[in-house]
Antibody
Framework: QVQLVESGGGLVKPGGSLRLSCAASGFTFSDYYMSWIRQAPGKGLEWVSYISSSSSYTNYADSVKGRFTISRDNAKNSLYLQMNSLRAEDTAVYYC?????????????WGQGTLVTVSS | SSELTQDPAVSVALGQTVRITCQGDSLRSYYASWYQQKPGQAPVLVIYGKNNRPSGIPDRFSGSSSGNTASLTITGAQAEDEADYYCNSRDSSGNHLRVFGGGTKLTVL
């Protein structure tokens, strides 16, 4: 069965960096676009970034552009999010999600999320 | 601010029908997908495309679209349907971004 397991969250000071990972299993990882989606405490979902199946294309929400970098390693079935210059408003649960192969912008599987807290 | 607009809260009596709506310019060109999220859990896809349900989603959930508005309908709402519901689609700028609506809190009375 499809599994997505995020890791790497934690407490970081403003201006600091953190790298999130997402381990995928149960499907051919290299066939799918993948995204990071976040949810601030008590708030709604916010799409953060996606990467194409072969890493040819990436895209970012304006709120993180220039600070966050998405990447993947298809040999390791892993997705990453490098987060730099972190701000208090980046505090959220970060989910990795698989984008359905034939339906753009539809997220058919989600991980359980990892919490990132940006605070001094 | 979100490019997709949802009512913050909706309520329905047990066993009745409820419609949750999502408005946005991009919905004139792209279908919305719908997600259910219960407290402390990850979102779950419930409707995608024209009106498709993933395996395991009850057939009381259905989707429709007209103009710039997408709708999620729950026919015969159950207590376990109480949750937050989010729509999402592509953005309207042509930049291939993804966007979510602000979410609707559904209360089953």
């Amino acid at each position: 069965q499809v599994q997505l397991v995020e890791s790497g969250g934690g407490l970081v000071k403003p201006g600091g960096s953190l790298r999130l990972s997402c381990a995928a299993s149960g499907f051919t990882f290299s066939d799918y676009y993948m995204s990071w989606i976040r949810q601030a405490p008590g708030k709604g979902l916010e799409w953060v970034s996606y990467i194409s199946s072969s890493s040819s294309y990436t895209n970012y929400a304006d709120s993180v552009k220039g600070r966050f970098t998405i990447s993947r390693d298809n040999a390791k079935n892993s997705l990453y999010l490098q987060m730099n210059s972190l701000r208090a408003e980046d505090t959220a649960v970060y989910y990795c999600a698989r984008e359905a192969v034939d339906i753009v912008a539809t997220f058919d599987y989600w991980g359980q999320g990892t919490l990132v807290t940006v605070s001094s | 601010s979100s490019e997709l607009t949802q009512d913050p809260a909706v309520s329905v009596a047990l066993g009745q029908t409820v419609r949750i709506t999502c408005q946005g310019d991009s919905l004139r060109s792209y279908y919305a997908s719908w997600y259910q999220q219960k407290p402390g859990q990850a979102p779950v896809l419930v409707i995608y495309g024209k009106n498709n349900r993933p395996s395991g989603i009850p057939d009381r959930f259905s989707g429709s679209s007209s103009g710039n508005t997408a709708s999620l309908t729950i026919t015969g709402a159950q207590a376990e349907d109480e949750a937050d519901y989010y729509c999402n689609s592509r953005d309207s700028s042509g930049n291939h971004l993804r966007v979510f609506g602000g979410g609707t809190k559904l209360t089953v009375l």
